[in-house]
């Protein structure tokens, strides 16, 4: 059974999880009724780097811990380990499909209803 963590944990182990860390920061601009084409652009722009700024400031921390887990995973390879192929292969092959699945999902948001050859 897995061990249950507690926030003071969490926290002394650099893991704030992200519902903690979203709670105070700055929110979209919500559209106002009757707002000018100049509003518009300025909130558009406004939420566009907010949403790229949360990218780049959840996605950093997220990739380190993806890279760390992977080498805690091929330290597993060493000789206090007994495994077979197929358990490596099985092991990757979810692993290859996770990470494609993610893959998929970036290039769902940039995908276009034009077609061209």
Known sequence: MARKV????AEQDGVIS???????????LPA???????????????NNNLRHANFRRLG????TR???????LSK???PSYSYDAAEVARM???IDQ????AKLAFQKSKVTDTFDF
């Open 6 to 9: 507690s926030t003071e944990d």
């Open 18 to 28: 992200d519902d903690a860390e979203e709670r105070s920061l700055p929110r979209l």
């Open 32 to 46: 106002k009724p009757n707002e000018t084409a100049e509003e518009k652009s300025a909130r558009h722009l406004y």
């Open 60 to 63: 950093a921390p997220r990739v």
């Open 66 to 72: 993806v890279l760390n887990t992977i080498r805690l």
């Open 76 to 78: 597993l390879a060493g």
């Open 92 to 94: 990757f092959a979810v």
């Open 98 to 101: 996770v990470i494609d699945n």
